[in-house]
């Protein structure tokens, strides 16, 4: 077994490798550990939300790049991917929080902050990615998981919702979008949340009551199968 | 000798008992889920819940801890160096900070090192140990690194799978190679204090 043990190591090392390489992650929790959760900034309060500014100076190729915030986790982020701006100047990353614009989305409540994403060259043009096939990766943090939010693109005129998936600690989602602009992490239906320090509440008791008798009848039952293997052996 | 009729006793016992853990590791998540919900991932009281049913699983399927070898814990840190160095690797540089002592990361550390170890001790314990009398190494293996991989799907999203899967991989391959859960423990806990520790 131990030499079988060898080779599956060996492969996993070069899948890690391969994974870590093709999925870049933005930033820590690296694997599974419990996340470190700080209470959501919102725009206005104290201490108030960070921005964020990377400048990355002029190559033949805009190297893969990513930019977020300083609280834990970042409540935005971006990662974008190599050629994807004209980098013939010094291309300059930011994110900042702006007020919401009175438009409303069509699909529900914006929750937490809208973000403006923006890349400038040196003579303060704005920049979008160099084709559609170039998208850049949008990451929020959200105040809940549940209901799931979308996130949110507002052109100036309009929100559009975006396909969006959860991307880990502290209620994160990302999108992958072919243009930059405000985005915000929108609540479906029409009731706001309350922002959480971290963890929550207890919904559902009945259903973690009866996850905790199934567990118990679980371990009832693996208590006697060991014990009759004892008695067998 | 092992007759035919024992070798069959032998592999049905074992096809309960991994039905059955199945069964109890699943509850635990869910009780996880329902205990953190909104944000279970950041839930430390849900991440030691979590923890205790996943002890109380394998101790009640007949897992019970082995004497500690040397050998095993240098090969769990030596894989724990493996999953860092795999992520610093691709970040293209190997430079690290470590994060300033405060209160949460004194309270953050022993939750998450319970966690990774109830992890180990419930699939690479027990449950590896069940599925190996039914279906042997290969279906051991593959079984506990998928349900690794799954677990952590409703905490990191469907995109957390192919790291799980290669991590899972990688754990089961240090269980197959010192024959008990201390090496890939060693390992885990080191990957996952990385996450808090290094910025």
Same mark, same amino acid.
């Given at each position: 077994m131990a030499r079988r043990g060898w080779v599956v190591i060996l492969i996993s090392v070069v899948a890690l490798t391969l994974v870590w390489r093709f999925l *870049?992650?933005?930033? *820590? *929790?690296?694997? +599974?550990?419990q996340c470190i959760a700080n209470p959501y900034l919102t725009l206005g309060g104290s201490p108030a939300p960070q921005a964020a500014t990377k400048t990355l100076p002029a190559a033949k190729t805009f190297p893969a790049a990513d930019a977020f915030t300083g609280e834990t986790p970042p409540q935005a982020q971006i990662l974008i991917e190599a050629?994807?701006? +004209?980098?013939s100047t010094p291309v300059t990353v930011s994110i900042t929080p702006v007020p919401a614009p009175s438009v409303k989305p069509p699909n529900g409540i914006i929750e937490g902050n809208v973000y403006r994403f923006s890349a400038v060259n040196s003579s303060g043009t704005e920049l979008e990615p160099l084709? *559609?096939?170039l998208a850049v990766f949008i990451i929020l943090r959200a105040l809940a998981s549940t209901p799931a939010p979308v996130i949110d693109r507002f052109n100036g005129t309009t929100w559009t919702p975006l396909s969006t998936q959860n991307a880990g600690c502290g209620n994160t989602f990302e999108v992958t979008s072919t243009q930059l602009g405000d985005f915000a992490a929108v609540k479906p239906g029409g009731t706001t949340t309350t922002p959480a320090a971290s963890g929550g509440g207890i919904p559902g008791v009945a259903i973690i009551g009866g996850l905790a008798i199934l567990l118990i009848i679980v371990v009832a039952v693996l208590f006697s199968l060991d014990r009759r293997r004892g008695a067998a052996r | 000798m092992v007759s035919e009729h024992g070798r069959l006793r032998v592999r049905g016992q074992g096809a309960t008992s991994s039905a059955v853990c199945l069964i109890g590791i699943v509850a635990a998540a869910g009780l996880r889920a329902g205990v953190g919900a909104p944000d279970t991932a950041a839930s430390m009281p849900a991440g030691v819940v979590f923890a205790v049913a996943l002890l109380a699983v394998a101790v009640a399927a007949g897992w019970r801890p082995a004497r500690p070898r040397i050998a095993a814990v240098g090969l769990g840190a030596v894989g724990g160096g493996a999953l860092i160095l795999t992520w610093l690797a691709s970040h293209g540089s190997i430079g690290v900070h470590i994060a300033p002592i405060n209160a949460g990361l004194a309270l953050w550390t022993p939750v998450v090192a319970l966690v990774a170890v109830a992890e180990e001790v419930a699939l690479r314990g027990a449950l590896f140990d069940a599925l190996r009398s039914w279906c042997g190494d290969g279906g051991a293996l593959f079984a506990t690194t998928l349900l690794f991989a799954l677990m952590h799907v409703p905490l990191?999203?469907?995109?957390s799978l192919p790291l799980d899967l290669a991590a899972g991989l990688l754990l089961g391959g240090l269980r197959m190679v010192s024959g008990g859960v201390l090496a890939p423990a060693v390992a885990h806990v080191i990957a996952d204090l990385a996450g808090g520790w290094l910025l």
């Open positions: *870049p992650a933005g930033s *820590p *929790p690296i694997y +599974d550990g050629g994807t701006f +004209d980098n084709s *559609p096939s | 990191y999203g469907i995109g």
